[in-house]
């Protein structure tokens, strides 16, 4: 009989499930897409139940496309969109749609949560991190300050994978990356801050039970198991955020290896051994899904989400030139971005369209194109989206080398890594050769490497990662672009601090 696993990533885009063997092969993989609703400027929601059916649709896609056995498939891993909060009546019913990890929302109830806090140092102590707009906490007292008839009916609430599992498995649970992500982890302690909780006079019973990320949570049901194919019983582990997840899907497992992922949102992540806190609080200390260890990690909002703007926006050119190619449009554009220089003549883009966390926790922040002359032209638009978007996880990155922590190794992933173009501007502008590796399925290959762990086929998730990754691509900063890069960056910088104010202004204005 095989060893098969599964890995379940409920993303903001849609789902991606996979399935591998105990030598970590993938062995089919399927996606079911959503929509997000945006209902007023700053607001991003879903609806849970969309999560729930693109898992059980993928799952199904699985157990077909791989002709897997319900026997062979001995656990699942759960990932997904960190942050989002899955409000729950006494009958286990979704009381209103998900506030997501973008909702720029709770500005309000962040200050809140800091002043019961008892100040922003007490909060950093309590949880090893600042209340953003983006975290949990600040979104169930937005609840209860504005929509205080649903607040009272609130029994539990759970983040978007640990909605998937409970309908998976009947079980209110979570593991420590994620719920790091709430705000009401103490990341330290690895359990729920209850000082926290009860300075912000929320009842303990509303969260679920915190596991490791590799210990079992609970296991199919008879009803779900018959709907998708699978076996009652099948254990499902706790699985990780999907950043966590991701890194253990690239390796990020021991100190000095750092990830890169240019998706929707840019994330650069690092291993930590002890608890590393940036006293600024400007990078988040999260629990790792490897048991007893930790992470920094930067977060750009919309870094490779800039270029997708841009292809929906302004991109109408391009995208006619990619469909008589018959090819992707993302390959005609970076294609025009590499007619323009490095440094594009002085053209330069913040990527802040829907505000930013890392380094700058500015909900106000806005996109802008900063140089314009009339020698600008397309490519130097596209080449300066991309340099800015690349220039903000350099931030993140510059952050966590000011923790200490070395950077030896740097690993892409996510959309924008599937670009060489990318990859090479990446390289120049870290000032570092940066590697891709074989496996590019991120957060849910993480999580069914947690399951093949945490059902007991694997004596550890560093093991497990060093028999199965590999990198196997590297492109090395070119010299003369490298050099100019140096000179663009500080200025990248300087802009953003030249326009904050005005940003805020320019917020109320709409
Ligand atoms: N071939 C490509 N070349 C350059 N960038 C790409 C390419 N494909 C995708 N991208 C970038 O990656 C982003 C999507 O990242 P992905 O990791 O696939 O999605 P998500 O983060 O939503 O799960 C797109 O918005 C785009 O910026
Ligand atoms: O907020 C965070 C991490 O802190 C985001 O990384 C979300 O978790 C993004 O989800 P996807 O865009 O990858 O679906």
Redesign the pocket.
């Known amino acids: 009989m095989a060893n098969v696993f599964l890995g379940i990533d409920v993303?903001?885009?849609g789902t991606k499930s996979l399935a591998i063997d105990a030598k970590g092969k993938i062995l089919a993989s399927a996606t079911a897409t959503y929509p997000i609703s945006y209902p007023k400027p700053g607001w991003s929601e879903q609806e849970p139940e969309d999560w729930w059916q693109a898992s059980k649709a993928t799952i199904r896609q699985l157990v077909k496309k791989a002709k897997l056995k319900a026997a062979d498939v001995k656990g699942i891993g759960l990932s997904g969109q960190m942050h989002g909060s899955v409000f729950l009546d006494r009958k286990d019913m979704v009381l209103r749609p998900a506030l997501l990890w973008n909702d720029q929302r709770t500005g309000e109830e962040c200050a809140e949560i800091e002043s019961r806090a008892g100040g922003r140092a007490e909060l950093l102590r309590l949880v090893a991190n600042p209340a953003l707009t983006g975290f949990t906490a600040p979104k169930i007292l937005w609840l209860r300050n504005h929509e205080p008839k649903v607040f009272d009916k609130v029994r539990k609430v759970l983040l978007p994978k640990d909605y998937v599992r409970f309908r998976l498995t009947g079980e209110y649970a979570t593991e420590v990356s994620d719920a790091s992500g709430t705000l009401l982890l103490d990341v330290a302690g690895r359990q729920w801050s209850r000082p926290l909780l009860e300075k912000l006079e929320l009842d303990p019973d509303l969260l679920p039970t915190c596991y490791e990320s590799e210990e079992i949570s609970g296991s199919l049901t008879v009803q779900v198991a018959k709907e998708v194919g699978l076996a009652p019983g099948t254990p499902v582990v706790g699985g990780g955020g999907d950043q966590a997840a991701g890194a253990v899907g690239n390796g990020i497992v021991s100190r000095g290896v750092i990830s890169a992922t240019?998706?929707?949102?840019g994330v650069v992540f690092a291993h930590s051994d002890t608890v590393e806190t940036d006293p600024e609080g400007r990078l988040h200390t999260f629990c790792h899904a490897v048991r007893g260890k930790w992470h920094v990690m930067g977060v750009i909002l919309s870094a490779?989400?800039s270029?997708?703007w841009y292809r929906n926006e302004l991109g109408d050119y391009s995208v006619s030139r990619a469909k008589r190619k018959k090819v992707?449009p993302?390959?005609i554009l970076?294609a025009e971005a590499a007619e323009a220089p490095p440094g594009s003549e002085g053209l330069f883009f913040l990527p802040y369209l829907t505000g930013e966390r890392t380094p700058h926790a500015d909900p106000h922040a806005r996109g802008a194109w900063i140089g314009l002359t009339p020698r600008h032209g397309r490519a130097h638009m596209v080449r300066s989206l991309m340099e800015g978007a690349t220039y903000a996880m350099k931030d993140s990155l510059e952050l966590i080398k000011g923790l200490g922590i070395p950077v030896e190794e740097i690993r892409v992933s996510?959309?924008?890594a599937?670009?060489p173009f990318?990859r090479q501007l990446q390289a120049d502008i870290y000032g570092q050769p940066v590697r891709t590796i074989n496996a590019e399925e991120g957060p849910a290959y993480g999580v069914a490497l947690l399951a093949a762990v945490g059902t007991g086929h694997f004596k550890s998730v560093p093991e497990i990662c060093d028999r199965v990754i590999r990198t196997v691509r590297k492109s090395s900063p070119k010299k003369k672009a490298a050099a100019m890069y140096e000179k663009c960056y500080p200025e990248f910088g300087n802009l953003y601090r030249s326009l904050k104010g005005d940003f805020a202004t320019i917020s109320t204005l709409t």
């Open positions: 993303g903001t885009s240019m998706g929707t949102s490779g989400g270029l997708q992707d993302y390959q970076t996510g959309g924008g599937r670009s990318w």
